[in-house]
């Protein structure tokens, strides 16, 4: 049961969402960017901003946007648990009809609100934003996001869009879908996608950050991507099955030369083959290994049944601390 069901939803027309890790830099400007726009499209939304665990001064402007704008929520969460349980702490507070996901850093532009309401109006319950490009992010980011979003589009069970972020606008139904889903290992992107009813995207141009560094060093993304893919896939179990039938294959045909060999006398050749294949062996089983130890690990985390996340302090709805209930 998430957070949101036990208080009973206060309805808003419009929720946007947004997980912030030592983003004091960009806040004022999201602030006042994020107001105009909601402000076209309805005075019945609010701004949900969620603190996960920065060291900088970012919940100090938070608390004090919720002090000068009534529309601003402050949720600041225990410690840093990361983005993406960041975000989910946010999605299952807010209590808009439809519910907008943005990054704080201004890389996707929330002018395209407008756009996006239109499209949802005309019947689809997720529209999610598509990079056609990537304004001001390194060589490197831009090929292994690329490579990422190709391999797991290969890999998955789930049809998801590639080249696509978490920045999209949710319908209320999908909204509480997601949120009835408990999975610690949350990839919400894939999620949502698994959800299904009509998904609808909408092209635009990722521009650089206003302000700050990214969040996400090589480490975090890797740790990302193996979220994605076990979180969605079996696949790479299953290749061990399939490596066991090469090999045993290749083992077998092996087999037939060394009898062979013994039977024409002339057996005690080949330390080299016998090493190599000694050595391959061993490298694919602990890489086998490994994979089998990524999955246990995740189902020995999600056995816990720990919440997802702590808040601290809420400010703007009217209970005051809380832990997740999934
Ligand atoms: N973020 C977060 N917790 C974290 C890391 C990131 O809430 O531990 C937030 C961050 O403040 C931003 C969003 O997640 O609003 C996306 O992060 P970032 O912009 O660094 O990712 P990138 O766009 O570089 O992939
Ligand atoms: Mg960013």
């Known amino acids: 049961m998430n957070f949101q069901s036990i208080m009973g939803p206060p309805k808003l027309e419009l929720s946007v969402v947004i997980p912030c890790f030592n983003e004091s830099g960009n806040l004022l400007e999201l602030h006042r960017r994020l107001t105009d726009v909601c402000a076209a499209v309805t005075q019945d939304y609010e701004i949900l901003l ?6 900088d001064e970012t919940w100090d402007v938070i608390s004090r946007l919720h002090k000068i704008d009534p529309h601003v929520v402050a949720v600041n969460l225990s410690r840093n648990y990361g983005h993406q349980i960041a975000l989910s702490a946010g999605l299952s507070h807010c209590c808009g009809d439809r519910v907008l996901i943005i990054d704080a850093d201004l890389q996707d532009p929330p002018e395209l609100l407008s756009q996006m309401m239109k499209i949802m109006s005309a019947g689809a319950d997720v529209v999610y934003g598509v990079r056609t490009e990537r304004l001001g992010e390194s060589w490197f980011k831009r090929l292994t996001a690329s490579l990422f ?33 408990p999975e610690h290992n949350r990839f919400i992107r894939g999620m949502v996608s698994w959800i299904g009813f009509r998904q609808v995207p909408i092209a635009y141009q990722r521009q650089p950050r206003f302000a700050g560094e990214t969040k996400y060093p090589l480490s975090r993304m890797l740790r990302f991507a193996a979220d994605a893919i076990t979180g969605f896939s079996t696949l790479p179990l299953r290749t061990a099955t399939y490596f066991g039938f090469v090999s ?30 000694v050595l391959l062996l061993g490298a694919a089983q602990l890489l086998v290994i490994g994979i089998v130890g990524e999955y246990l690990g995740r189902l020995y985390m999600e056995a816990k049944r720990r919440p997802l996340y702590v808040v601290q302090d809420l400010l703007g709805h009217e209970t005051n601390g809380s832990f997740s209930h999934f």
């Open 50 to 55: 969620v603190n996960d665990g920065s060291h």
């Open 149 to 181: 979003y190709r391999l797991l589009a290969k890999v998955v069970d789930v049809q998801i869009p590639v080249d696509t972020g978490d920045f999209r606008l949710i319908s209320r139904r999908a909204l509480d879908v997601l949120l009835s889903m």
């Open 248 to 277: 045993g294959f290749f083992a077998f045909a092996s087999l037939i030369y060394t009898i062979g060999s013994w039977l024409m006398g002339n057996a005690i050749t080949g330390w080299t083959s016998l090493m190599s294949v």
